[in-house]
């Protein structure tokens, strides 16, 4: 998968060098700049090192070496040639000269102080991709098919993985960490602590795994049913029931409340039950229904207010839960949300 590319300083001789792993000799490590691949994957070119003795200093790009440089043996990393950004996902990677320092730089964006903004020299990820091995990719989870990379290239797992995203990077996007987004009932950050007080993860390791479990509530790669489809395409709400709340209009163009419950094991979940209240506090959710059949030819249960229930105009308040069916025993997102009022999920309408 696209890895982290961090920047180092090497203050005895004043270069900034841009690579994977640990610091080169002398070196002191900075912040990730950029995202790139750590093997060769479909569309990318290998990323060499130069090194420049006159200067004294590396860059970093494609092709053959610039005056006074000398090609490196391997390849530092591998990304994209400059055209197409997959859709906003990629972002150049300019080489800058300091004139202070009298060396380059590799990064994104604007120029740093005393730095010239000079060409771009590849593309890159300016967020990390998250792996997920559900995400159904033309039609085949992730995991089919880095499995097959797997038994038919001789690839490892990680490059497996890697050949995976770089053909469907959408579908792997990251969002940003937001420490207050509610994931199956708990805040993020929460979740996150709790990796880090029973797992021994680091914060950066922790917000990832709940990044990765959640990534529709981070504004990544919306969360993929495992029984086929994705959860809706409105206020998208991963975890054991992933489901989606949205807007519609009913026969008379009243604004209605609709859910989408699409159950991630489909087999063993006979019913979906959704409670809620519009504009009402938690204990007051007066709107009960079951749902018993799926939308034919799909796993996702869909429940919309009928017509002598309440409207829902956009800046509504909802609060719900949900009941589902499930081995015949009733389970509930969020867990005890039926006891614990203060347990249940809002949403502001949009």
Request: a negative charge; one cysteine or more.
């Amino acid at each position: 998968m696209a890895v982290a590319i961090h920047e180092f300083v090497n203050k005895d001789i004043g270069e900034h060098t841009f690579h994977t792993g640990d610091a080169w000799p002398k070196e002191e490590k900075k912040d990730v700049v950029f995202y790139a691949f750590p093997c060769q994957v479909k569309g990318t070119e290998p990323i060499f090192d130069y090194w420049n003795a006159k200067d004294k200093e590396h860059t970093f790009h494609f092709g053959e070496p610039w005056p006074n440089e000398q090609k490196g043996e391997h390849p530092v990393f591998y990304a994209y040639p400059l055209g197409d950004e997959k859709g906003g996902l990629l972002q150049a990677v300019h080489s800058y000269w300091n004139d202070k320092e009298k060396k380059h730089s590799f990064h994104m964006g604007d120029a740093r102080t005393n730095e010239d903004k000079h060409e771009p020299q590849f593309l890159a990820f300016p967020t990390a991709l998250t792996w997920n091995n559900d995400v159904v990719c033309e039609a085949a989870p992730a995991v089919n098919r880095a499995k097959w990379f797997m038994e038919h290239k001789g690839l490892s797992e990680a490059d497996a993985r890697a050949n995976v995203m770089a053909e469907f990077p959408t579908l792997f996007k990251s969002g940003t960490w937001n420490p207050d987004v509610v994931c199956d009932g708990a805040p993020a950050q929460n979740r996150a602590k709790w990796l880090m007080d029973n797992k021994g993860l680091s914060e950066a390791d922790a917000r990832a795994s709940v990044m990765a479990e959640y990534p529709a509530q981070f504004g990544g790669a919306p969360s993929p049913a495992k029984g086929g489809g994705y959860a809706g395409a409105g206020h998208s709400v991963a975890g054991r029931f992933p489901h989606t709340l949205e807007l519609v209009k009913d026969d008379k163009g009243k604004s209605r409340l609709k859910f989408s419950v699409t159950p991630t094991n489909p087999q063993e979940v006979t019913m979906v039950a959704v409670h809620y209240s519009v504009n009402k506090e938690p204990g007051h959710e007066d709107m009960n229904f079951d749902v018993n059949k799926t939308v034919a030819g799909t796993n996702t249960y869909v429940h919309v207010t009928p017509d002598f229930g309440p409207v829902c105009e956009a800046g509504a308040k909802v609060t719900y839960w949900l009941g589902v069916m499930e081995k015949g025993i009733i389970a509930e997102m969020p867990e005890k949300a039926c006891p614990h009022k203060e347990n249940r999920l809002t949403w502001i309408a949009k």
